[in-house]
DNA sequence: ATATATTATTGGACGCAGTCTAATAATTAA
DNA sequence: TTAATTATTAGACTGCGTCCAATAATATAT
């Protein structure tokens, strides 16, 4: 593990990142320029380019170490021997989250109403999820592709819909598990 | 009904959108750009933006003329003595339908994925089908407003699935009703 | 006929996102 | 000291969406 060779790195993600969410709380999604973000942050608008390949990006990386994890646990169960429904490992995974760790885009959700670019994001992070999922049941079930197609996108808006009502409840909103349960079974 | 009063209008949504779907074949949803769209109708890019708020707006036209009709419906359901459930009236709205009516946009459905904003428009027409769906039901059932949403959610995201299900199953796919009715009891 | 009001179309400018390229800066290795 | 390597940067470009002022085409009033 020798130093690395090159000129070494002063920008990173979490620098960029730090800026950007001070600048939206103040001016908004939209009235923030990746500009504005770069030179907040110290840096120009093309080193922010280098690290994030659109503004949107940089919004969801939190939450997209968070939908990795979910994925990775999803992964780790199809290699069990007996892997459990999904809703089952849904819900255990859910009951691991601490309302104190939402990412803040996340926490933030309303900031996509008004920009194009954040909400495609967003769906694109859906259409993700959901394909994690239609793999997973099409390992571990056996029906016929639209009716697997359907659970899965049920599922994923089941998912988001109990997340978004769990955010919107406030500081007291209390355990992720008791909106996912109560979402599922319906 | 006099003659309308000042200079008559020479462009048209449809002359644009026919120029539009025209390129898109060729050049696909990105390559074409707005100004390309308006010179082959034979206009301006600012008579363009007269006529739609963006490009993305107009690959929406057919497909947003569906969904009113479908809101609509709902609508005129929840005005009768004993609406009926949702999911009923879903099915025989659907039985409507007809494979040669599908929306060109609908039919190409898979334009979408290259472009953000085409995302983000046809993602805000989920959510638009999503509101309603949930108003439908906060009108004739009683549950909490967590379980509500879910289940609208759900009822959308398969609706959604049905609907591109049967979109790829191509020329011999048959009747719609079929597709959603094996999605919506799963 | 001519002038006026009204509406449609247009050209041109702007700011911002995202892409690209070439230049420069900071470091290690030879 | 020089070469190789990598990071940062400036600057140009295209396209979208917004805006405004100019012009064109029509109806109506005088």
């Not at 939190?62 to 199809?78: K, M, N, P, S, Y």
């Not at 859906?126 to 079930?141: C, D, E, K, P, W």
Request: aromatic share 10%.
């Amino acid at each position: 593990m020798r130093a690395p060779v090159g000129r070494p790195r002063r920008a990173s993600r979490e620098l960029l990142q730090e800026a950007a969410f001070e600048l939206f709380q103040h001016r908004g999604y939209r009235g923030t320029s990746v500009e504005q973000i770069a030179k907040m942050a110290g840096f120009s608008r093309a080193t922010f380019f280098n690290f994030f390949s659109s503004k949107a990006e940089l919004f969801w990386l939190e939450t997209d170490a968070l939908i990795l994890a979910l994925r990775e646990c999803l992964e780790g169960e199809l290699k069990a021997d007996n892997p459990r429904a999904l809703h089952r490992v849904l819900l255990e995974f859910a009951s691991k989250l601490s309302s104190d760790q939402i990412p803040w885009a996340l926490q933030n959700y309303r900031l996509l109403e008004a920009a194009d670019d954040l909400i495609a994001s967003g769906a694109s992070r859906a259409i993700g999820l959901n394909r994690v999922f239609a793999h997973y049941l099409a390992q571990t079930t056996q029906s016929d592709l639209i009716a697997l197609n359907a659970r899965a996108a049920s599922t994923t808006a089941i998912l988001v819909s109990a997340v978004l009502g769990w955010i919107d409840a406030g500081v007291t909103r209390g355990d992720f598990g008791k909106y996912l349960s109560g979402a599922l079974i319906h």
